[in-house]
């Protein structure tokens, strides 16, 4: 490749990487958003220990990344930092992409000449499709996503990006004749490099393991299982790889410190291991059948929406023709894609998406060889130019297809949610809730990152069935749960027992853990008001009455009529709907629905009619309170 090209060929990577951040910048949420978005934040910001598997890179560079000073709101400069990451990795994809199509795929001599002589055009014949194929990526739905709020995903797929690439050209360079090897790379270069990030990349998320299978077979294939030569240079890479895995240090060194943020107390050895490879979460894997066929399902059925059809021709051509034309190649790209299906179509969870973006990588590689075929059948140039203008339209439908759903830039129902719980509490409160993804994980970040609230004592209903958790509650609120020793005591003796796989009686377990939880409750609301959440089963809470309170339940020792404080809630709703838009604004409708009725309760129908018609309002299809609309009516 001449030096001109290469020019070009960087020029082309940056331009693409800078628009696609123009894009995000645009669509970028400016805010702390759904799920995990507040607890990673207040991880990295704080120097915590994140949700298994710990992400302990992603921690570091989230740290410095957020210190830097570029006087932006903290939880915005990170949201900022995934779509610079996100950025990088289109700029190293469509590198990627092009040295696939160019180099590996374009081994002969002839078969090189013969494409750039059918385009009339050397330069056109070697970006348009890279190019293409770059563009579909990093704007179909799951990547643009991934580059709008903190998560760890960012980082992920820049480098896994990275550890492709090094292990393609790992494995095309040592397959060239030794005199033309030296002039490209010196002996192992790209070996130890690979081996390297691999190890960090695995330190980053443990998906990684999904490039197993194509890496495996693809260099077992072609230097010999058997070969004594192969299994030397195998070994030779444990000393990059674990000096990349080191990055894991950092979670048994910072939970040493016991940091606010402590998930897992990685320190001791068992633990270590507990959270690196998700043990919490390994009872989400291979459940059954009927899992593996529900989440292919949605696979299958999501994959149009995502690329927003048009790209998956083209993908379809591609692969076809790889499959034809280079069998090596075409098993590789197969692999990674299988792999990455076949096992995350076996976890249970329902925000399953981004599993599938090794997936949609190789969906996009597909689409680069699906354009190359186009071009190599024009004759002319006029059918060149229509074919670059019906890919600009595609490229621009695609655009126009995802932007309403990905966009975040209006966002701020989660801040709103998570303000509006704050608001409907007294001071010095506790509140027990189980919305981890609207309102607990948010308020992490809220309290211990901007200030915000740091009087309330926000329990997690179901991290309480975690050792580590009430050890961090224990911690945090020692005058809270100190009230409490004998019943954790008693708690957390049959919590080990499960904890450690030794025999226990979840019936024993559960008693245990609802005696704790009133136990905080009786001992701590003389001194404190204390209020649930909706979602919040009656078992926890005795007998107390549930009194509304905004979007919470203030619970009582009488049974007294009590004045339903409804503080003014806003709530800034965007315009796409999903499940969480919905689920957030159903909540706060359900509240209003359920001053209503404790309005009812005690007579007062005009007060009730009020709060139900505020119900309906934020929610028209809300069918108790549309219920409760027709039985109040005159």
């Known amino acids: 490749m001449n030096m001109s090209f290469r020019k070009l060929e960087i020029f082309v990577g940056l331009a693409l990487a800078i628009l696609a951040f123009t894009v995000y910048l645009a669509t970028l949420c400016p805010t702390v958003n759904f799920i995990d978005s507040g607890e990673l934040a207040t991880d ?9 598997t710990g992400y302990s890179l992603f921690t570091l560079l989230g740290y410095i990344f957020s210190h830097l000073p570029l006087g932006l709101r903290v939880i915005y400069q990170l949201n900022l930092m995934a779509a610079v990451l996100c950025s990088g990795a289109v700029f190293v994809f469509f590198r990627l992409i092009l040295f696939i199509m160019n180099d590996v795929a374009a081994k002969g001599e002839k078969e090189r000449k013969t494409s750039e002589l059918a385009t009339k055009d050397a330069v056109l014949s070697r970006l348009l499709p890279a190019s293409f194929a770059t563009l579909v990526l990093c704007f179909s739905e799951t990547y643009w996503s991934q580059a709008l709020s903190i998560e760890v995903y960012s980082l992920h797929l820049l480098l896994v990006g990275l550890v492709l690439t090094l292990f393609i050209k790992a494995v095309y360079i040592n397959l060239l004749p030794e005199g033309e090897r030296k002039k490209i790379s010196p002996d192992n270069r ?14 980053n998320h443990g998906t990684t393991i999904l490039l197993a299978p194509a890496f495996l077979v693809t260099y077992f294939y072609l230097f010999g ?3 004594s030569r192969s299994w030397k240079s195998v070994v030779s890479l444990a000393v990059p790889f674990f000096l990349g895995l080191s990055a894991l240090l950092y979670l048994p060194l910072r939970a040493s410190q016991h940091p606010v943020m402590n998930w897992g107390d990685p320190e001791t050895l068992e633990k270590f291991f507990w959270h690196v490879r998700g043990r919490q979460y390994t009872v989400w894997l291979f459940e059954s059948w009927e899992t593996a066929a529900k989440q292919f399902k949605y696979f299958v059925d999501t994959l149009g929406t995502k690329f927003a059809y048009v790209p998956l021709i083209l993908a379809a051509i591609g692969c076809w ?16 894609f299988l792999g990455c299906i076949g096992y ?10 981004s599993y599938f973006l090794l997936a949609y990588v190789t969906v996009a590689l597909w689409t680069a060889f699906g354009v190359r075929v186009l071009l190599a059948s024009a004759r002319s140039s006029s059918s060149v130019a229509a074919l670059g203008a019906g890919l600009l339209f595609a490229c621009g439908y695609l655009v126009y297809h995802n932007i309403d759903e990905v966009s975040e830039h209006t966002t701020y129902v989660v801040e709103d949610y998570t303000r509006a719980v704050f608001q409907s509490t007294e001071p010095q409160s506790i509140v027990i809730s189980y919305q981890w993804d609207y309102f607990v994980s948010a308020s992490l970040y809220f309290q211990l990152v901007e200030k915000e609230r740091p009087d309330l004592v926000i329990i997690d209903k179901e991290l309480l069935r975690r050792t580590w958790y009430l050890q961090l509650l224990q911690q945090r609120f020692p005058e809270i749960i100190g009230k409490s020793t004998a019943e954790l005591d008693a708690y957390v003796k049959e919590l080990n027992k499960f904890e450690h796989d030794l025999p226990y009686n979840p019936n024993v377990i559960e008693y245990q853990y609802t005696n704790f939880i009133r136990s905080i409750i009786d001992r701590n609301i003389a001194h404190r008001h204390v209020y649930v959440t909706q979602e919040i089963e009656p078992r926890y809470t005795g007998n107390y009455q549930r009194i509304p309170s905004g979007l919470a339940f203030e619970l009582s020792r009488d049974t007294a009529y009590h004045q339903v404080r409804m503080p003014e809630l806003s709530l800034r709703v965007p315009p796409r709907s999903d499940p969480y838009v919905d689920g957030i604004t159903s909540m706060f409708a359900r509240a209003c629905y359920n001053n209503a009725m404790y309005a009812l309760r005690y007579g007062k129908r005009e007060e009730a009619a009020l709060f139900n018609a505020k119900a309906l309002e934020i929610k028209p299809d809300l069918p108790e309170a549309a219920a409760l609309g027709r039985q109040l009516q005159p």
């Open 321 to 336: 023709n790889l499959f034809k034309t280079d069998r090596q190649l075409f098993g590789f790209t197969l692999l990674l």
């Open 190 to 203: 790209y070996w130890f490099a690979f081996a390297f990030v691999l190890g960090l990349s695995f330190t």
């Open 344 to 353: 995350s179509i076996n976890y249970d969870i329902h925000d399953i998406d």
């Open 44 to 52: 990295v910001y704080t120097l915590g220990i994140p949700h298994p």
């Open 225 to 227: 299982i058997t070969s």
